[in-house]
């Protein structure tokens, strides 16, 4: 037996962890870049204050020049300046001093994008600095008459951003390890969980997996009926296995009854054939003996178109729009069709009905009717009559066809629809009857969307009632209330 490769590679557990941990790299990128930037701005403020000090500082190192025009100098003595940083002092464009190796080029360019007053970044061999632009003044001789000279103080001081990006950066990788560690352990857990979670799932498999065609009963596990999202699907796999099991018991039971009919009646007719060829026998005895294998031909013919017909009507697919026959016709059609077998059976037969269209090929319903009639015939005393009853209740119709005959027997009652079930198999094989009837009345209703049921009292007679979906369709001429009657006086 060729077997088929396995392609389940795809797991279900690790799309989803695999989709949330994903979903939780991104939010902690997010996350990370967020404090980047609350990092990078509150040291950057903090170092901003910083350089603001510092400015300030280099400030008050503006001292008067004790000279006659009362100009400033800047005077660094007791100043600290850490090394690396920059500073500038001038007055009105003029430079009252500055640090070693000013930055000329990179100060003008920083300037004119900050203006004359702010803060301003600007890379120097290769490093980056930040620079901070302040004014102020310096009142020489305030007690003057005059007031004293104001001079107007710009102080240019920048320094190195380096430990600044050091903090930011040693912030930001802290929060990404932790991240890692977070993610790592959020994976672990959840691929615990889910294999725990999933657990019942993967019993509810191997269970189901245990099926085959000689092991049918099935199971689902506990856990899976108390699993809120496992029980649907439980209870389905079950139900539709019952269903299948039985499904598999009727075909099983159907085939070999089937056989055993066939084979009966070929047998019967193998025998006859045997018989007559035994010994030479007059023309009126193989006259005779043809007409009896003919017979027996004709019922095997009869068999074979029962099962075809029950197959059909088993396999029907819904028709939109869903067909429609006139009920109360068919029901006179065989009434008319089976005149003869009900004079012969001395059973009268009272049809009460009116127009009655339903959801039922005009075929399948003339199979119906007769079939209900014929097994009521069948079953009846001599003497007896058979009613029929069509009424149209609501969206249904209803067809009753009661007997008077000798009933059933309650033990066999839940077998009568199932095919080729007999109560009395010789009395019906006597009588002509292959037990096919029934369930092809039955498969006929619950195609159309109805149902049959069938209710008996031995001795009493038997009562089977059709609900059939009604229709509005027309209605042939001459369908009006009436009643029919058959009977051998």
């Known amino acids: 037996m060729k077997t088929r490769p396995n392609k389940a590679n795809k797991s279900i557990t690790r799309r989803l962890i695999a989709i949330v941990l994903l ?11 967020v404090v980047a930037l609350y990092e990078t701005h509150v040291h950057l403020r903090a170092f901003d204050i910083l350089l603001r000090g510092r400015a300030y500082a280099v400030l008050g190192a503006v001292q008067d020049a004790d000279d006659a025009a009362d100009s400033v100098i800047l005077d660094m003595a007791g100043i600290h300046v850490p090394k690396g940083d920059f500073y500038e002092v001038d007055e009105l464009g003029q430079t009252l001093g500055r640090s070693a190796q000013w930055p000329e080029q ?3 360019s920083g300037l004119q994008r900050a203006g004359h007053n702010g803060v301003f970044p600007a890379t120097i061999d290769g490093k980056r600095y930040r620079f901070i632009v302040i004014h102020g003044v310096r009142v020489v001789d305030p007690g003057a008459k005059d007031g004293g000279v104001t001079h107007s103080i710009r102080i240019i001081y920048g320094a190195s951003t380096h430990r600044v990006w050091e903090q930011v950066e040693r912030t930001v990788r802290l929060f990404a390890v932790v991240t890692l560690l977070l993610l790592a352990a959020t994976g672990a857990a959840m691929a615990w969980s ?23 009963s099935f199971r689902a596990p506990e856990r899976a009926h108390e699993t809120r999202e496992l029980a649907p699907l439980a209870g389905a796999l079950e139900t539709a296995l019952e269903r299948l099991q ?3 018991s009727q075909q099983k039971r159907f085939t070999s009854n089937a056989a055993h009919e066939l084979k009966t009646d070929i047998a019967v007719a193998k025998s006859s054939l045997q018989l007559l060829a035994m010994r030479e026998r007059t023309a009126e005895e193989y006259q005779q003996g043809l007409e009896g294998c003919l017979a027996d031909c004709i019922r095997v013919e009869e068999t074979v178109q029962r099962i075809l017909t029950l197959a059909r009507v088993e396999s029907a697919t819904a028709q939109s729009p869903p067909p429609s026959a006139d009920a109360a016709l068919c029901a006179r059609e065989s009434i008319q069709h089976l005149a003869a077998l009900a004079e012969l059976s001395r059973v009268e037969v009272h049809l009460d009905t009116a127009p009655a269209a339903v959801a039922l090929d005009a075929n399948d319903c003339m199979v119906l009717i007769t079939n209900l009639l014929h097994n009521a015939l069948l079953h009846s005393r001599p003497d007896s009559a058979v009613q ?8 249904q119709v209803s067809l009753k066809v009661q007997d008077e005959g000798d009933g059933i027997a309650p033990e066999d009652l839940p077998h009568v629809f199932e095919p080729f079930y007999r109560g009395d198999a010789a009395r019906d094989r006597r009588s002509g009857s292959t037990g096919l009837g029934l369930a092809i009345c039955k498969a006929i209703c619950e195609g159309a969307g109805g149902s049959i049921t069938l209710a008996s ?7 089977v009632e059709v609900r059939l979906p009604r229709v509005e369709a027309p209605v042939a001429p001459g369908s009006g209330n009436h009643q029919t009657k058959f009977s051998l006086v």
């Open 23 to 33: 979903l939780e790299f991104f939010s902690a990128l997010v996350l990370i870049a």
């Open 106 to 108: 990179q100060v003008q």
């Open 194 to 216: 889910l294999r725990r979670g999933l657990k019942p799932l993967q019993q509810l498999a191997e269970e189901a997996g245990r099926i085959s065609a000689q092991q049918w």
């Open 246 to 248: 039985e499904a598999f």
């Open 388 to 395: 029929i009853t069509l009424a149209t209740e609501d969206k």
């Open 457 to 463: 009292t031995p001795g009493a007679g038997t009562l």
